[in-house]
């Protein structure tokens, strides 16, 4: 797994980095933001490259697999020339297909536009979606796809305070209001969402002032020590008896809190077809032909 470039540290020391286990995360002393994105492929078993210097960090990968990801996070186009080319897109959003860069060129560039969310978004707005898409890339496979949200323990949940902690980007810079986590507490019976707000100290309640469009739910921020320190601050001070912890991070791991944290998870899940393993499926049939055709190159 090839991942964009994430540079938050000292970059003579990221040149290529690779993470195999959450203790490599440890000793790079990555941030929230890099956890987010980092630590849900270490828990599917997958090597995370990243760094700066991506001729270096392409041939370290190659060197240690058959197969390589690239996940291009913040929308961005990929650092290497994807032999398949998936782009994502959100059904909540039908209207931002191309309205923002990078990711207006990705869908132009795609092999295929995922349009996930389709199980939370109104039909009119994927239908609407799906038009702008096709006008953007028409040589693209188009793909339906729902997001399903899970809570790890719904019982924890029903009935209690629960103070809501995101995804930090998806709220900040991403522009939403809410994330999984929300949809999770709300949908599994919270007696009270709990607005962070109310026990933030200073250094947060000016991220909700820079960023008012952000609802009553706490965004992971943490670039450095202080602001994870608030972060844990502001859960540990609140009136909620259960933190829902809708960000890929392992919340349990980076704060230290009275509150039980109930994490919740989401999921890919086909939505119509063709599926996205149909597809990929496809994909790897016609890699495997060609190799077979190609003098001295070995079957997929």
């Known amino acids: 797994m090839l ?15 690779r993470f195999a286990s959450a203790a490599d995360l440890d000793a790079a002393r990555c941030t929230l933001e890099e956890r987010e994105e980092y630590e849900p492929h270490l828990e599917d078993g997958l090597v995370v490259f990243a760094g700066v210097d991506y001729a270096a960090i392409l041939a370290a990968a190659e060197s240690q697999a058959q197969v390589i990801v690239w996940d291009g996070g913040n929308n961005d186009f ?3 020339v994807p032999d398949l080319h998936l782009v994502l897109a959100d059904a909540l959003r039908p209207d931002q297909a191309d309205t923002h860069h990078p990711g207006e060129a990705v869908a132009r560039m795609a092999d295929v536009l995922v349009i996930a969310k389709c199980d939370a978004a109104l039909p009119a707005g994927v239908a609407r979606l799906e038009t702008r898409l096709a006008a953007l890339n028409p040589r693209a496979v188009l793909v339906r796809a729902a997001s399903p949200v899970r809570l790890a323990d719904p ?11 995101e995804d930090g980007p998806t709220l900040t810079h991403g522009g939403a209001s809410f994330g999984a986590g929300y949809v999770a507490a709300t949908a599994g019976g919270a007696a009270e969402i709990v607005d962070p707000r109310e026990s933030a100290p200073e250094a947060l309640r000016e991220l909700f002032v820079r960023y008012p469009h952000i609802g009553p739910v706490l965004p992971a921020v943490g ?3 202080a602001q994870v320190a608030a972060l844990e601050a502001t859960i540990a001070a609140s009136s909620a008896e259960v933190v829902v ?3 890929p991070v392992d919340l ?3 704060v230290q809190v009275p509150q039980p944290i109930v994490r919740v998870r989401y999921e890919y899940a ?3 077809e063709p599926t996205l393993g149909q597809v990929v499926d496809a994909f790897l049939a016609r890699i495997a032909s060609r190799l077979s055709h190609t003098p001295g190159k070995p079957p997929c």
Do not use: F, K
């Open 3 to 17: 991942r964009h470039p994430m540079p938050y540290g000292e970059l003579a020391s990221e040149a290529v980095q």
């Open 78 to 80: 990929p650092l290497v």
């Open 155 to 165: 019982d924890a949940v029903r009935g209690r305070r629960v103070l809501v902690v």
């Open 223 to 225: 670039y450095d020590a």
């Open 245 to 247: 912890s809708g960000t």
């Open 252 to 254: 349990a791991r980076r």
């Open 270 to 272: 086909d939505a119509g």
